[in-house]
């Protein structure tokens, strides 16, 4: 298929398989006498497989480790867990930053009378440093 079906099958735009085709991460099968890449089901698989990594926000560099596992037939489920529970740990600590910043905004926001007075703990409060910034 040509790289619009097979960036149509794998959910991504054709730009970004070009990109990771360009990069390296997957390759056509072929290409047309005009020099058009042909991408196999194989391929697609491999496309869908980045995009869902992606989406789980792991690295090109760590795509590419991954790809290479799934590849791998030989490989050790370990390898891929020490990968899956590092980008886990990073979710984990993005969560704690976004938890406390909806509540320091969340108190800032009650804290507001929102009325027609130029006071405003919101403007204060985003004025000073947060002590665990």
């Known amino acids: 298929m040509n790289i619009a079906a097979a960036s149509s099958a794998a959910g991504l735009p054709v730009k970004t398989v070009r990109y990771y085709a360009d990069i390296g991460l997957v390759s056509a099968s072929s290409r047309t006498a005009s020099g058009y890449r042909i991408y196999d089901e194989g391929a697609v698989r491999k496309l ?3 995009r869902r990594a992606r989406e789980f926000g792991f ?6 480790e991954l790809l290479s596992l799934y590849e791998d037939q030989h490989r050790s489920s370990a390898d891929v ?4 529970s590092k980008r886990l740990g990073e ?26 007075r130029p006071d405003c703990p919101i403007i204060d ?4 440093r947060h002590a665990d910034m």
């Open 48 to 50: 869908v497989f980045i």
């Open 59 to 64: 690295s090109i560099d760590e795509c590419r």
């Open 81 to 84: 867990k020490r990968i899956a």
């Open 91 to 116: 979710i984990a600590k993005k969560q704690r930053e976004l938890q406390s910043l909806h509540d320091e905004l969340a108190h800032l926001v009650d804290a507001c009378r929102g009325d027609d």
């Open 125 to 128: 409060g985003l004025g000073h």
